[in-house]
């Protein structure tokens, strides 16, 4: 893994206290002794937890906005990285607890994960983890089972890469499943139960695939996740 600079944890740092005055600048607006009475301080802190989240996925599409990521193999040294790097402070100062959490209820969670940039169809939802929202998109009525995991960076020692993510309509992901970076999955394609599918695999519509690593078991939905 690469070094996080000083410079990238500087600017990160920056964006955080913006969320933090935002978020206390707003609560003080909001919340009012007057009315919550006994109740104020408890109020306060809840109501002050709930807009350090809701600046700070403000902020984070503010960031992304100015700094997209860029797929592909990252250079040492780019704009690419430094995007790439901040954004990773992002998820592990912040978003780890939102999208790692078997706390909320799957449709929050679900829309935790659009609010971070994963583009997500009609009636589609997702109890497991994706790693990189901004980097993954799901069609309609396809569904992520729970414990599975999607991530669309690769760190291999000092290789960084980010390759997107695409399930199509239809889809299902099997609990524990493991979908790596630059992966693509056809309409009502289905990988099963803790099925591994590597880097770059395309796995076409109808088609059923399981196992360590994953490979085509067959079409339809016989063996179904």
């Keep these: 893994m690469r070094k996080i600079t000083t410079g990238q944890i500087g600017f990160f740092m920056l964006l955080l206290t913006a969320i933090v005055l935002l978020a206390v600048l707003s609560t003080n607006l909001l ?3 007057a009315w919550l009475g006994d109740f104020y301080g408890v109020v306060y802190v809840m109501l002050l937890v709930l807009l350090v989240y809701s600046w700070a996925f403000v902020i984070y599409r503010l ?33 780890n607890t939102l999208i790692r959490t ?3 209820p799957v449709p929050l969670k679900t829309l935790v994960y659009v ?9 589609s939802f ?3 983890t994706i790693l990189d929202p901004p980097l993954t ?11 599975a995991t999607l991530y669309s960076h690769a760190i291999e ?15 299902t992901v099997g609990a524990h499943a493991i979908i790596m970076s630059g992966v693509t999955v056809g309409d ?28 085509r078991l067959g079409s339809g939905s016989s063996g179904a996740a």
Excluded at 63 to 81: H, M, T, W
Aim: net charge neutral.
């Design 31 to 33: 919340a009012s002794k």
């Design 126 to 128: 997702s109890p497991g």
């Design 137 to 147: 998109e799901l069609g309609d009525n396809t569904i992520i089972g729970h414990g």
């Design 102 to 104: 078997e706390f909320l």
């Design 188 to 215: 009502g394609a289905i990988v099963s139960a803790g099925a591994v599918v590597k880097k770059g695999t395309h796995i076409g519509p109808g088609e059923h695939w399981g196992g360590v690593p994953a490979r």
């Design 157 to 171: 020692g000092h290789h960084f890469s980010l390759e997107r993510i695409v399930l199509g309509n239809n889809v």
């Design 63 to 95: 960031f992304l906005r100015f700094y997209p990521l860029q797929e592909g193999y990252i250079e040492p040294g780019s704009s690419a990285e430094f995007s790439a790097q901040v954004n990773i402070l992002f998820y592990l100062m912040l978003f």
């Design 115 to 123: 609010l971070l940039g994963t583009k997500i169809g009609s009636n």
